[in-house]
């Protein structure tokens, strides 16, 4: 069976990243070390804050197409889902898809070196969960 | 001082059911199981790298959890960050007029914890927590 690692981030959705970068850093001394606007063509901006051996991502939409602003509307702001580092992407896709989980196909992720596919909300009891392969760090 | 994420804390009907994709689909440990009285669940804790998932069944719908799943339906419910002292961090953000849920450090599942309001972060609702050893 496929091995699930580690949480490798947590997606945070806001309104406001410049003032939510400023809430996380003012509560509990977090900072941003990157960031992203518009990657690869999506519709967000994006400030990534290590944290342990993890990140969050606080992610804002800037568009109002893409399937980030679409669920952004339907949930608003705060937890929006979370990524698992795995090994072997094709294999855990393959792994969960048999054992009846909705997984879309692997894709390159937004940061260099990552590709990640995406568990549904519905196979995972309303958790988006993302599955990260980084092949550099 | 914030150390790592301790947990995420999520929020589902039917602890049993959702085992069955966390433990025996994704193959997490469940590492610790309790209910909880005075914070109205049960939960299992489960072991992914140096952090843990939480799943959370409510044991009556009046319950924080439960008014959560009433709202919001099973999810992503808070996130929890692991600090060598929550007292001073509890402290500190009194200091600094951050909304808080907690005035003092109580004992929680993973520990001596506390919860900040929402507010504070944007809609997240962000658990402090030092474990005893």
């Known amino acids: 069976m496929a091995t699930f690692k580690r949480i490798d981030h947590v997606v945070i959705a806001t309104e406001d990243l410049e003032d939510a970068a400023r809430l996380?850093?003012?509560?509990?001394?977090?900072?941003?070390?990157?960031s992203l606007d518009r990657p690869r063509g999506a519709g967000f901006m994006v400030s990534r804050i290590?944290?342990?051996?993890?990140?969050?991502?606080?992610?804002?939409?800037?568009?109002?197409?893409g399937r980030f602003y679409q669920q952004f509307r339907e949930r608003g702001e705060g937890m929006f889902s979370i990524s698992i580092e795995v090994e072997d992407l094709d294999g855990a896709v393959a792994y969960l898809?048999?054992?009846?989980?909705?997984?879309?196909?692997a894709e390159p992720g937004i940061w260099p070196g990552s590709r990640v596919a995406r568990v549904s909300h519905a196979s995972a009891h309303g958790v988006s969960i993302q599955l990260i392969e980084r092949s550099m760090q | 001082m914030i150390e790592k994420i301790h947990h995420i804390g999520i929020a589902v009907h039917d602890l049993d059911k959702a085992l069955r994709f966390y433990r025996?689909?994704?193959?997490?440990?469940?590492?610790?199981?309790?209910?909880?009285?005075?914070?109205?669940?049960?939960?299992?804790?489960?072991?992914?790298?140096?952090?843990?998932?939480?799943?959370?069944?409510?044991?009556?719908?009046?319950?924080?959890?439960g008014r959560f799943l009433e709202r919001k339906g099973e999810g992503l419910h808070h996130i929890c960050f692991q600090t060598p002292d929550v007292g001073s961090e509890l402290e500190e953000l009194k200091k600094k007029g951050v909304e808080l849920v907690d005035q003092q450090p109580r004992r929680g599942l993973a520990g001596m914890i506390c919860f900040l309001h929402?507010?504070?972060?944007?809609?997240?609702?962000v658990e402090l927590a030092t474990p005893i050893e």
């Not at chain 1, 898809?97 to 196909?105: N, T, Y």
Request: no cysteine.
């Open chain 1, 24 to 34: 996380w850093e003012r509560n509990l001394g977090l900072k941003p070390d990157a």
């Open chain 1, 50 to 65: 290590p944290v342990g051996d993890a990140f969050l991502e606080l992610v804002q939409p800037v568009s109002q197409r």
């Open chain 1, 97 to 105: 898809q048999e054992k009846g989980a909705r997984v879309s196909q």
């Open chain 2, 24 to 65: 025996d689909t994704l193959g997490l440990h469940v590492h610790a199981s309790a209910t909880v009285e005075e914070q109205g669940v049960k939960a299992a804790l489960l072991t992914i790298g140096q952090s843990e998932i939480e799943l959370l069944e409510p044991l009556s719908p009046e319950s924080p959890v």
């Open chain 2, 118 to 125: 929402p507010k504070a972060s944007r809609g997240v609702l």
